[in-house]
């Protein structure tokens, strides 16, 4: 049987989409979980990855911090960018809180994170952590939209970098299957199916998505978080999308 492999698209506050899909998971496909090699990300979607590999029990921590996350933001005069408001910094309190203390030993050569470095503008997948700080700064690093988040990049290992999004935004690992997940409705393995659209796709940054008005509206929505409603629903989509491909793939329990 060839490796598995689970990737989480870039996606912003939509990540909520990725948690009900890592709770799918974790209810209905621990057989499935068991022989997942790698997890892969980028943004959002690589703190998802991250919290299903080293924490998974934690899932509902981050739920909570989401909703909480996003509810600041919206609070903000000018969301993110509001002078004063410091976007990384919650995020970084965020991982803190959830990460466990031999996160980084669990994510060695398990997790790839996808960053983008500042001078040479090429993407990177980094799968090794000497310590939790540098897992920290990595996924920091993948999260982290210029102007949007701040006007200073991440600086790691005496580097500046910044979202992986931005050139790789759904990491496909070379050996084994790569198991694709994204809110974005798209040729992937699990995603939102949009009913009624033509069938016209683009490739961005290595995720192909349907060009539609509904795929449109979710890219706003990831940087200006919707409401607490409509974020449940994402998550509960993120849900059944997955137990969907579980039932598919024979992989459901």
Known sequence: MKPINLSFAACGFLGIYHLGAASAFCKHGKRLLKDVQAFAGASAGSLVASVLLTAPEKIEDCNRFTYQFAEETRKQSFGAVTPGYDFMARLRSGMESILPPHAHELAQDRLYVSITNTRTRQNYLVSRFPSREDLIKVLLASSFVPIYAG???????????????????????????????????????????????????????????????????????????????????????????????????????
């Open 151 to 253: 006007l200073r990049p991440v600086e790691y290992q005496g580097q500046k970098w910044v979202d992986g999004g931005l050139t790789n935004s759904l990491p496909v690992l070379p050996a084994g299957r790569t198991v694709t997940i994204s809110p974005f409705c798209g040729r992937l393995d699990i995603s939102p199916q949009d009913q009624g659209q033509l069938s016209v796709y683009i490739k961005v940054t290595n995720q192909d998505i349907m060009l539609s008005l509904p795929n449109l509206m979710r890219l706003n929505q990831a940087l200006f978080p919707p409401s607490t409603r409509k974020m449940e629903a994402l998550y509960q989509r993120g849900f059944d999308d997955t137990v969907r491909f579980l039932r598919r793939e024979h992989w459901f329990e």
